[in-house]
């Protein structure tokens, strides 16, 4: 089988990790509708802020570890503000606390996701990481979880932002041929769109009920080949099925 180039998302595509952030959110939902009433402000008109500010947060902090917390602090503070409250410094620490919370859950795999790697190895393939976020919590997972033993050290990318320049950067250094490179990953905005404007392969994994900011609009990109799965476990099929068809092309 003809080696291939598999580029990986981390989060939510070989762990789990919106489940988190949207844990934290209720956390801090219930926590602002005890200090302000639930009548007056409703757990929707929370989240929606939040989220606002949240996505607002990416252009200043991007990926990082600090966007988050601060998102629940600036709509505590807002909340404070509109109801005529003064915030307090304990419970501004409260809520940071919160949201730096997100960070110390254990990695949890999904289903299949070491098996998969395996396999793709095992057909000859080489396989690549590539994560937006804090490098020393991205690390951190990536060690705790076991998936060092798929990813080497110096095929390890890892971003506070994720886009097509920073994707096109890594492509430079690696000196691949694009035709034999793959983007799998759950977020059409930052793994599958980039991807396919530069013209390679994309297997869109999507996380249902996941962060609004991964939603992208694929249908006009048309450079690079797309694929969709409903799981991880369908990948190694997707690629073996597409060489068999080029190699056929080519006989043919």
């Excluded at 089988?1 to 844990?23: E, G, P, W, Y």
């Excluded at 919590?137 to 990536?142: G, L």
Aim: charged fraction near 25%.
């Amino acid at each position: 089988m003809a080696t291939q180039h598999l580029i990986f998302d981390l989060d939510d595509t070989l762990i789990h990790c919106n489940r988190h952030f949207v844990s934290a959110r209720q956390q801090f939902i219930y926590r602002m509708q005890e200090l302000f009433n639930e009548r007056q402000c409703s757990a929707d008109e929370i989240d929606q802020l939040q989220q606002q500010l949240d996505l607002a947060g990416i252009e200043r902090y991007g990926l990082g570890r600090v966007r988050f917390p601060d998102s629940l602090v600036q709509t505590y503070l807002l909340l404070s503000s509109r109801f005529g409250q003064t915030a307090d410094q304990q419970t501004t620490r409260e809520i940071e606390a919160i949201g730096y919370g997100v960070y110390q859950q254990p990695p949890e795999l999904l289903p299949m996701a070491k098996t998969v790697l395996r396999q793709l190895q095992e057909q000859g393939h080489e396989l690549y990481l590539y994560t937006g976020g804090d490098y020393e919590i991205q690390t951190r997972k990536i060690l705790d979880s076991g998936l060092y033993v798929h990813f080497e050290e110096n095929k390890r990318y890892i971003s506070e932002h994720k886009n097509k320049q920073v994707l096109a950067e890594i492509l430079e250094r690696r000196h691949l041929d694009l035709r034999s490179i793959w983007m799998i990953g759950n977020s059409a905005r930052s793994d599958i769109k980039p991807a396919l404007e530069m013209g390679l392969h994309a297997i869109h994994v999507p996380d249902p009920g996941g962060w609004v900011f991964d939603q992208a609009d694929l249908t006009s990109v048309q450079a690079g080949k797309l694929f969709v799965a409903d799981s991880i476990e369908e990948v190694p099929g997707i690629i073996a099925r597409h060489i068999d068809e080029c190699q056929e092309d080519c006989l043919g």
